[in-house]
T-cell receptor, first 114, second 114 residues
Framework: GENVEQHPSTLSVQEGDSAVIKCTYS??????FPWYKQELGKRPQLIID?????GEKKDQRIAVTLNKTAKHFSLHITETQPEDSAVYFC?????????????FGTGTRLQVFP | EAQVTQNPRYLITVTGKKLTVTCSQN?????MSWYRQDPGLGLRQIYY???????DKGDVPEGYKVSRKEKRNFPLILESPSPNQTSLYFC?????????????FGEGSRLTVL
C-alpha cells in the first residue's frame, strides 16, 4: 500500500543553523504534500504545503522542495530558533480535497539548542 | 473561536471497560477523522467520516467504533479496550470542499489501558 518514509527520526541543531527533513512517498499519483508541526503536548498544525505543479515554496524561514521524479520532498528551516523545536510530520495525498486519503510520515523530532 | 474539542483529555481505564472519547467541531466541516499517535509510528488513521451517517475504516480500525449522527460530533468508541490501545488519540476535521485539505486537530486524548 501507499506509505511515506521520513528521515531522520530525530534531529538536533544549534540555534541559527539550518535543519532539513526528508520524505519519500510511494504513490506516484500523490499531488499534495502538507507539513504539520506538533509542539510538545500540543496538537499538530499545518505549517506549509506544496502541490505537484510547484517545485519549491517558501514562507519566511521555512521552505519545501519537491522532486516528483524521485518521489521525494523536503522541509528546510533556516536560521533555526528554539521555538522551532517540535515534531514535524510530512504527509502525501492525491489531491487537496478531504476525500483524498492523507498518508503521514512517522515524524521527526527537531531539537534546537540555544 | 473555531475549534475541535475532545473529551476526556486524559483517561486511565482497565481492560474491557467500555469507553467513549467525544469529538465536536464548530466549523461546520463535513469531514472528520480519528488518528492514533504512537512513538515511531506517526499518525495512523482509525476511522473517518465524509458526512453525517457516512463512516469508513482507516488503516487501524480494529477494536474501535465510530458514529456520525450529527455533523458536529464524531465520537470514538472502544467497546472492550485492551492495553495495545494505550495511545494518544486525535480527532480532526476538514471542509470537504476546501482547496487546501488542511486538517484541524483537537488537543488530543491520552488513553492508558491497564
Amino acid at each position: 500500500g501507499e506509505n511515506v518514509e521520513q528521515h531522520p527520526s530525530t534531529l538536533s541543531v544549534q540555534e541559527g543553523d539550518s535543519a532539513v527533513i526528508k520524505c519519500t512517498y510511494s504513490d506516484s499519483a500523490s499531488n499534495y504534500f502538507p507539513w504539520y508541526k506538533q509542539e510538545l503536548g500540543k496538537r499538530p498544525q499545518l505549517i506549509i504545503d506544496i502541490r505537484s505543479n510547484v517545485g519549491e515554496k517558501k514562507d519566511q524561514r521555512i521552505a519545501v522542495t519537491l522532486n516528483k521524479t524521485a518521489k521525494h520532498f523536503s522541509l528546510h528551516i533556516t536560521e533555526t530558533q528554539p521555538e522551532d523545536s517540535a515534531v514535524y510530520f510530512c504527509a502525501a495525498k492525491r489531491g487537496p480535497a478531504a476525500t483524498d486519503k492523507l498518508i503521514f510520515g512517522t515524524g521527526t523530532r527537531l531539537q534546537v539548542f540555544p | 473561536e473555531a475549534q475541535v474539542t475532545q473529551n476526556p483529555r486524559y483517561l486511565i481505564t482497565v481492560t474491557g471497560k467500555k469507553l467513549t472519547v467525544t469529538c465536536s467541531q464548530n466549523m461546520n466541516h463535513e469531514y472528520m477523522s480519528w488518528y492514533r499517535q504512537d512513538p515511531g509510528l506517526g499518525l495512523r488513521q482509525i476511522y473517518y467520516s465524509m458526512n453525517v451517517e457516512v463512516t469508513d475504516k482507516g488503516d487501524v480500525p480494529e477494536g474501535y467504533k465510530v458514529s456520525r449522527k450529527e455533523k458536529r460530533n464524531f465520537p470514538l468508541i472502544l467497546e472492550s479496550p485492551s492495553p495495545n490501545q494505550t495511545s494518544l488519540y486525535f480527532c480532526a476535521s476538514s471542509p470537504s470542499g476546501g482547496n487546501t485539505g488542511e486538517l484541524f486537530f483537537g488537543e488530543g486524548s491520552r488513553l492508558t489501558v491497564l
